[in-house]
């Protein structure tokens, strides 16, 4: 059977850096029937994110994420859609992007689909274990929208 | 004369890591400043909890170093709630902590700093990273990097009880048991650890101490600051990571003051700049002098460097062997009985290295103590709370991570006060810039890419974790260099961050221009 991994990426105490973990805990509760899916959350960087991706077919991560909009916009993105900087100035790891040319290099068995879905943040500066009003807002949808995307296929040919 | 910097939020607002770099009236580098954003509210955010909810909640300040922040936190709570945890405990908390410290180090290595030797200082900085080393080194130690970080990681989880945030530690000890089964993989584990931190020892000595320019680099005056060491000690003067004594020794190396966490306040006060967020810690018996190095400044250091300058030996045999090979190779003789200390910064990735093999060794012995898997683990406080507060401190792989807490009768807190590892470099950091810039920057020289990387290694020796430094999250710390005229006019702008966007800290990803945007539903 063809497993997922769903990965909420983000600090769980900065606001809306939490946004990712958030989803993560409602895609959970949701999730719970289905034994080929897991739920993670993590706070790591880049390659901490690729090594909990191998082994798995498909993979979907969800953080906030930059991308010019108002607070609460949600964004979906394949790994290619990352303006990954692949600068040695990151703080502590690679960039995701980097991070997943390392595993192809090594030959590590990463998921054939991985799908990103971003939070614009409103404030990531505070620390506090609550949403910014638009950011929660945001969260039913990006819940609803990925699991219509993890919903079993209708159609045969599209299940990787 | 320089112009004082303020910083406005639009400034605060463009990126995680921000050089200033001020010119003189005749272009000469006048001061350098490193900014970085502010984080708000932590202390609000923490008091008024119950002081137990601390190992938790600080482990989750920074993704990178969950494990140091855990264990400081849980020994400021034997201290508050005056209690002793059993010595299994402690040295279950001891093992778990030198998992961490190897995959810490391993990743600083290969993925951060190595990559400036292993691949050249010149190289382009896309690849100057894991990638850029796999391809020139070979698949094979991009495979043990990656197992050595996994194997660790299940040992961390193991422990710890969870894969990030652990919970095993408490007041008065850990949450649970080691079982036998459990500490014959974690030796196992252990002792692959040895193999690989002597294979990447091997390396440093191959790519760098082999090679001539390179090795005239590491002893270049450009990388060189003679300050005050510290590091904790154990009762017989060796380098500890867990527990100890912390110790700091002048330039020369003679002990200046050795101390007991708690009495960190006696020694160590904060100076506050009006240019910026950060505190430059200092020795408060020296005096803060400013951004200058000797014995009559109380700016001191705190890195893989300066703890092996602290420390008389390291206590398990490899690592003992590498760090006489180190004195000897770089070192100026001895004092007293010591080596004196070794002070140029970028000597920091061989220290680092020894570190990673203590810290595999000091594993195996923990892990093959009959007394691991001894069933009592935890002593309870019995309701007793410190009036003047609990301190706990432990070598964090970026230098001396000090918790204090102080709480109410009941144990709710009133006041949170940290001193994380990098923030003890802060003015180190800032001299070492300086003196890079000085050594590339000058006389209307245009500053370029490669310019902008040898100030970069200045900062890469340190290991900078502004993640907790600055209470943010870990993710790209885009760089800027600014060029700067004594009255504040821009000259140049080098942005490291090859986005080239201004604006917004930067979360862990950012979407690039035209990716789809969902319409919602």
């Known amino acids: ?160 | 004369m320089t112009k004082r910097i303020s910083i406005d939020p639009i400034t605060r607002l463009e990126g995680h890591g921000r050089i200033e770099i001020f010119l003189d009236d005749a272009g000469e580098v006048a001061n350098v400043y490193f900014q970085v954003p502010e984080l708000r509210g932590f202390e609000r955010f923490c008091v008024g909890r119950a002081a137990e909810e601390m190992p938790v909640i600080t482990s989750r300040i920074c993704g990178v170093c969950p494990e140091a922040h855990h264990l400081a936190s849980v020994k400021a709570l034997d201290d508050l709630f005056l209690v002793e945890p059993p010595p299994a405990a402690k040295k279950i908390r001891e093992l778990f902590y030198m998992a961490f410290f190897v995959t810490d180090h391993t990743t600083h290595f290969y993925a951060l700093g190595g990559p400036d030797f292993i691949l050249g200082p010149d190289a382009p900085p896309s690849e100057r990273n894991l990638l850029g080393v796999i391809r020139k080194v070979g698949i094979d130690i991009g495979r043990k990097v990656i197992d050595c970080r996994k194997r660790n990681h299940e040992v961390i989880k193991t422990l710890g009880g969870r894969p990030i945030h652990p919970v095993g530690g408490v007041p008065g000890g850990w949450s649970k048991p080691v079982e036998e089964e459990q500490r014959r993989a974690i030796e196992e584990v252990a002792r692959q650890n040895i193999g690989f931190a002597l294979f990447s020892l091997d390396i440093f000595n191959k790519i760098v101490l082999s090679n001539r320019d390179y090795l005239d680099m590491v002893l270049s005056d450009s990388y060189l600051h003679k300050t005050y060491s510290m590091g904790t000690v154990d009762d017989g003067n060796r380098a500890n990571f867990y527990e100890g004594l912390v110790r700091v020794v002048d330039p020369d190396g003679r002990e200046f003051v050795k101390y007991s966490a708690g009495e960190y306040a006696d020694h160590v006060a904060e100076r506050v700049e009006p240019w910026t967020y950060l505190k430059f810690p200092y020795l408060k018996a020296v005096g803060w002098k400013g951004f200058v190095d000797g014995a009559g400044s109380g700016v001191y250091c705190a890195t893989p460097l300066s703890r092996l300058n602290v420390s008389d030996g390291m206590a398990t045999p490899l690592a003992q062997a590498e760090f006489e090979r180190f004195y000897e190779t770089l070192g100026e003789g001895k004092a007293g009985g010591r080596h004196r200390p070794v002070h140029h910064r970028l000597a920091t990735h061989w220290a680092r290295l020894i570190e990673l093999l203590y810290a595999s060794e000091r594993m195996l012995e923990l892990a093959a103590d009959p007394e691991i898997t001894r069933k009592e683990v935890r002593t309870i406080p019995d309701g007793r709370v410190k009036v003047t507060g609990g301190v706990g401190c432990v070598e964090a792989p970026r230098g001396t991570l000090t918790h204090h807490y102080v709480a109410d009768a009941k144990g709710v807190l009133t006041k949170v006060n940290l001193i994380v590892g990098t923030t003890n470099n802060h003015a180190p950091i800032s001299m070492s810039l300086k003196r890079a810039a000085e050594g590339v920057i000058g006389k209307g020289k245009p500053v370029t890419e490669g310019v902008l990387n040898r100030i970069e290694m200045a900062f890469r020796a340190y290991d900078p974790c502004l993640s907790c430094a600055t209470h943010s999250l870990p993710g790209s710390m885009p760089l800027v260099v600014e060029v700067k005229a004594a009255e504040g006019r821009i000259l140049q702008t080098i942005r490291r961050d090859d986005t080239g966007r201004v604006g917004g800290t930067p979360p862990f990803l950012r979407k690039a221009p035209g990716a789809e945007e969902e319409s919602g539903s």
Request: aromatic share 4%.
């Open chain 1, 1 to 160: 059977m063809s497993r997922t991994i769903v990965i909420g990426v983000g600090n769980p105490i900065l606001t809306d850096d939490g946004v990712g973990w958030r989803v993560a805990r409602e895609l959970r509760s949701r999730l719970a029937d289905r034994g080929n899916v897991d739920v993670i959350e993590l706070c790591a960087g880049g390659i901490a994110i690729m090594e909990a991706l191998v082994g798995y077919d498909r993979a979907v991560v969800v953080d906030s994420m930059e991308g010019g909009g108002k607070p609460g916009s949600v964004y979906r993105v394949a790994p290619d859609g990352l303006e990954g900087t692949r600068n040695s100035a990151c703080a502590h790891d690679t960039t995701f992007r980097a991070a997943l040319e390392t595993a192809g290099l090594l030959g590590l068995a990463l998921p054939g689909r991985i799908e990103i879905w971003g939070i614009e943040p409103g404030d990531v500066d505070t620390f506090g274990e609550d949403l910014s009003e638009a950011v929660a807002h945001a969260v039913p949808r990006v819940v609803d929208g990925v699991l219509r995307t993890l919903a079993p296929s209708r159609n045969p040919k599209e299940s990787a």
